[in-house]
């Protein structure tokens, strides 16, 4: 079974400090993985993937994420943080091959402080 | 370009009453589909996929179904809500295959009292 835990449930940080936010997964084999934005009242919005090769992606609004396979990790991080960037982040695992479900992380919300 | 719909964006529902959701994709082709409810604001939970017409999985037994009368369109229903069918409702669509990001609706609330 795959599962992805997002350890904090809340991260705050300073408008145009660095942010971090975590995500660690279990899955059989190599995975897909996944990060997602969710504002007030709205759909989940695609950031970025991993999909093979170079551990760092780069994604919408400046993000990117390092995923990181001997600690199992895919942490989002953005080098300096916008008010605008204040809202609900989810990392996704899918295991490779054939159909599966991608498995959502319980989210972590990100309050950036002007 | 791809877009997906959901509507209504809100209902508010009595106890026992029927419910219909509805999602259409427009701009791509046998897309995979799939319903998930959002309780609370928080984590997604995966009721339903389709990986074409009339093929549905359902996740989760409860009082809730899905359809899919046509290619880009997925129906969620219920004959009888509960007070615990409350909640965010998303329609997502992938494509199969390697590059199998999820795009998601709008949305809607259901309240059921």
């Known amino acids: 079974a795959q599962s992805v835990a997002q350890p904090e449930d809340q991260v705050n940080v300073a408008e145009g400090n660095p942010l971090t936010v975590k995500c660690t997964y279990s899955?059989?084999?190599?995975?897909?993985l996944f990060w997602y934005v969710q504002y007030p009242n709205r759909g989940l919005q695609f950031l970025l993937k991993y999909i093979t090769g170079d551990n760092l992606v780069k994604g919408s609004y400046g993000f990117e994420a390092e995923f990181n396979k001997s600690q199992t990790s895919f942490h989002l991080k953005k080098p300096s943080a916008l008010v605008s960037d204040s809202a609900l982040y989810f990392c996704a695992v899918r295991q490779r091959g054939g159909y599966q479900k991608v498995t959502f992380g319980t989210g972590t919300k990100l309050q950036v402080i002007p | 370009s791809q877009t997906i719909h959901q509507w209504p964006a809100t209902l508010v529902q009595p106890v026992g009453s029927p419910l219909s959701l509805e999602c259409t994709v427009e701009?791509?082709?046998?897309?995979?589909l799939y319903w998930y409810r959002q309780a609370a604001g928080r984590g997604l939970q995966l009721l339903f996929y389709?990986?074409?017409?009339?093929?549905i999985s359902s996740e989760v037994p409860q009082n809730l179904s899905a359809s899919r009368p046509q290619d880009r369109q997925f129906i969620l229903s219920s004959k009888k809500l509960l007070l615990s069918d409350s909640g965010f409702y998303l329609c997502?669509?992938?494509?199969?295959?390697?590059?199998?990001?999820?795009?998601f609706g709008p949305g809607t609330r259901l309240t059921v009292l």
């Open positions: 701009g791509t082709s046998n897309p995979n």
């Open positions: 389709s990986v074409g017409i009339g093929q």
């Open positions: 997502a669509w992938s494509l199969g295959g390697r590059n199998n990001e999820q795009f």
């Open positions: 899955v059989s084999g190599n995975p897909y």
